[in-house]
């Protein structure tokens, strides 16, 4: 039930009904479908997409990527594992390139991120280097738009 899953990633508000509609079902067996979906892991959560930059909220974005030294047996899954029970640390994801590791830390002040970097995760012991990026400014987010469309205000001028 794929497409179940594509129609609630896109819209989770959408209503058993409203989806049972959409795929052609009744009602119950898009209940029963979610259900087993979210007892077996499948769904994890539902989430608003909220555009920061047109509320009063001062916090930042950080992407930090981390360079790690991998244990023997456990690769990367135990340092990420560590890094994931930081409260301050939404999400961590495996990386090619330079860094093995990257961290979303969200929702937090300039010195708080500051600070979690300094004295929490350079300190654990298989962090080799941190490379700390600040969101500056949003215009897509999980296939939504963020900004309005404007016109373009430019002048053609010709020489």
């Not at 330079?98 to 500051?114: H, I």
Request: negative net charge; proline residues 1%.
């Amino acid at each position: 039930m794929e497409t179940l899953l594509d129609l609630i990633e896109k819209n989770p508000r959408l209503s058993n009904a409203e989806l049972a509609v959409l795929l052609g079902t009744s009602e119950e067996e898009v209940e029963k479908k979610i259900k087993e979906l979210e007892n077996g892991g499948i769904i994890k959560g539902y989430r608003a997409i909220i555009d920061k930059d047109k509320t009063q909220n001062q916090n930042v974005t950080a992407l930090i990527e981390i360079q790690v030294h991998p244990k023997y047996d456990h690769g990367f899954e135990e340092i990420a594992e560590r890094i994931s029970n930081f409260h301050e640390v939404e999400s961590v994801y495996l990386m090619s390139g330079g860094y093995d590791l990257c961290c979303l830390v969200n929702n937090k002040t300039f010195q708080e991120v500051a600070l979690f970097v300094a004295k929490r995760l350079s300190t654990l012991e298989d962090v080799i280097s941190t490379k700390t990026n600040f969101i500056l400014k949003r215009y897509k987010e999980q296939d939504v738009i963020l900004f309005d469309s404007q016109s373009d205000d430019r002048r053609t001028i010709s020489l």
